[in-house]
């Protein structure tokens, strides 16, 4: 892997100034204030919002309390996509702090109607994210060695990959991460590049295909070729004025970056390269 940790430290700190206020409809003993937080872009929402539901419960009866979830305006957030991928893909263009609403009456009749929410998955304790977490550590390594390297992992390697990203602890995490980001060096690249493309204007969840980082001639693949063969509508015709936003960690890479560095420096922790296409904002 290039070192460029400069790089990886910035991905890894990246903050969302974010404000939680109870939903209206909750019932509460008294008014709740709202509850301000820095959110780590590469987590998961439920790893860092205890201290929001303890804000929260200090306020509500025990027994209309049930599962905690949260929302942006309308849009339930799903906790097992990474924090940056939900603000990157919901709320890039809006005004800062992000504004999230916290819900704890989970599926009742009327929201289980809606078919946005029975997307949600229930997230019973921290087990269940690092069972997802792990999973998609697996799924990228298959991709990139034919499962090689993670396979060849002890127990206590893939513990300390959950416990750097759970405790926040970059170090921790890259010390065995670096070993998921090697590669031969006359290969020039993964087998494949993990990746995920996702769309507000779609219902499919994302794209997620086959996609090698070197052409069979030899040529490197860049982020263009990326979106020019999965989501063509995403690049702008000639002449033609930008459409969309084409957004990985909050900033629009240039099309002419090679798809492995992006890979190896802006893959979040799960080694997944999630990028988001959004509708470019009007004036």
């Known amino acids: 892997m290039a070192d460029d940790k400069d790089v990886l430290r910035d991905v890894w700190f990246g903050r969302i100034p974010t404000c939680f206020t109870l939903n209206q409809d909750e019932v509460t003993e008294r008014e709740a204030e709202p509850y301000y937080l820095l959110l780590p872009r590469v987590s998961y929402l439920p790893l860092v919002t205890d201290k929001v539901k303890k804000h929260f419960l200090k306020v509500m009866k025990a027994e209309d309390v049930e599962e905690m979830w949260l929302e942006y305006e309308g849009t ?20 800062l702090p992000w504004s999230i609403t916290v819900h704890f009456k ?48 002890q127990k206590k ?54 996609f090698r ?10 982020l263009g070729d990326l979106l020019k063969e999965m989501y063509p509508a995403a690049l702008p015709n000639d002449g033609e004025q930008k459409r969309y936003q084409v957004v990985i960690h909050g900033i629009e890479p240039l099309l002419e970056t090679p798809l492995q560095w992006l890979s190896e420096h802006l893959s979040h922790p799960d080694n997944f390269l999630h990028i988001c296409v959004i509708p470019t904002p009007t004036d």
């Open 76 to 95: 339930p957030l799903k906790w097992h996509y990474p924090i940056g991928v939900l603000f990157d893909l919901h709320a890039s263009n809006t005004v």
């Open 106 to 153: 989970f599926f009742c009749p009327l929201v289980a109607k809606k078919l946005q929410y029975r997307d949600l998955l229930h997230c019973t304790s921290n087990s269940v994210i690092e069972a997802h977490f792990m999973s998609s550590i697996k799924e990228a390594d298959a991709l990139k060695h034919k499962s090689q390297v993670v396979n060849d992992m």
């Open 157 to 210: 390697d893939h513990k300390q990959l959950w416990m750097g990203l759970q405790n926040d602890k970059f170090d921790q995490f890259w010390a065995i991460n670096r070993k998921l980001m090697e590669y031969p060096t006359e290969e020039g690249g993964f087998r494949y590049i993990p990746f995920r493309i996702y769309q507000t204007m779609s219902d499919r969840p994302f794209i997620q295909k086959l």
């Open 213 to 222: 980082p070197v052409s069979p001639e030899g040529n490197v693949h860049t």
